[in-house]
């Protein structure tokens, strides 16, 4: 039987591992994880998933697997992305000041407040859905966080307490006293605004408010006390 007499059909070639078939050019990875991150600043953290993800894009399911094998990997590149953004503001906040101990320690105020002022549930995202995870990498996360944040104010006391603008303090109970103070901040908003009054410039005017009050509570807390006679 030659060519021309042979009707069966060749099989047809199989697909290459990559994008799924049909999904937008326009819809990649970083588009999701921006859409994540959306999210976490809205829901609670145990309410987004890769499907959650998939519904507020209008994308199929397959694209959100194809980038991420799981939840896990998903919410950590969110993690990531909304770290460097704190990191980022931080740096913006600290250039505007000098070197000081007492500038420093402004600049990570008021980074750590626009980040739970953003991300409100952030910390829960953290200290509740990271352990959760159960992988390495969530694991090593949680402790690259913990750790750099503490770093970062042993850093701030030592200096402060070479220039005697700052008093010695344990730095791991400064790290999340001011974590406390910027989260219950968004948290007990109801108890300062009533709903209608929320709107975008009064929040941000409020925001500003209670900062330099923090601000002005933990220096003043902290200056170096003259000894008693």
């Known amino acids: ?132 995870l159960d992988t390495p990498v969530a694991s090593r996360l949680q402790r690259e966080l913990t750790k750099r944040g503490i770093d970062h104010y042993t850093d701030i006391v030592k200096a402060g307490v070479n220039e005697q603008s700052l008093r010695a303090v344990d730095p791991r109970f400064l790290f999340i006293a001011i974590i406390g103070m910027c989260d219950f901040f968004v948290s007990g908003m109801p108890m300062l605004l009533k709903p209608a009054e929320q709107q975008p410039r009064r929040l941000a005017a409020l925001r500003q408010q209670y900062l330099e009050f923090i601000c002005n509570l933990l220096l003043d807390g902290l200056r170096v006390r003259a000894p008693r006679s």
């Open 1 to 132: 039987m030659n060519a021309t007499t042979d009707k069966r059909k060749s099989p047809a070639p199989r697909r290459r591992i990559g994008r799924p078939a049909g999904i937008t050019q326009s819809v990649g990875r970083d588009a999701l994880i921006t859409k994540t991150c959306e999210l976490l600043a809205q829901w609670p953290a145990n309410e987004v998933t890769r499907a959650a993800v998939a519904r507020a894009m209008n994308v199929d399911p397959s694209l959100i697997r194809y980038y991420f094998r799981d939840r896990a990997a998903l919410l950590l590149a969110a993690i990531e992305k909304m770290t460097d953004q704190f990191l980022r503001v931080a740096e913006e906040e600290g250039a505007r000041g000098d070197d000081s101990a007492v500038s420093r320690l402004r600049a990570r105020l008021g980074a750590q407040l626009n980040l739970n002022s953003s991300y409100p549930f952030f910390h829960q995202l953290v200290v509740n859905e990271l352990p959760a």
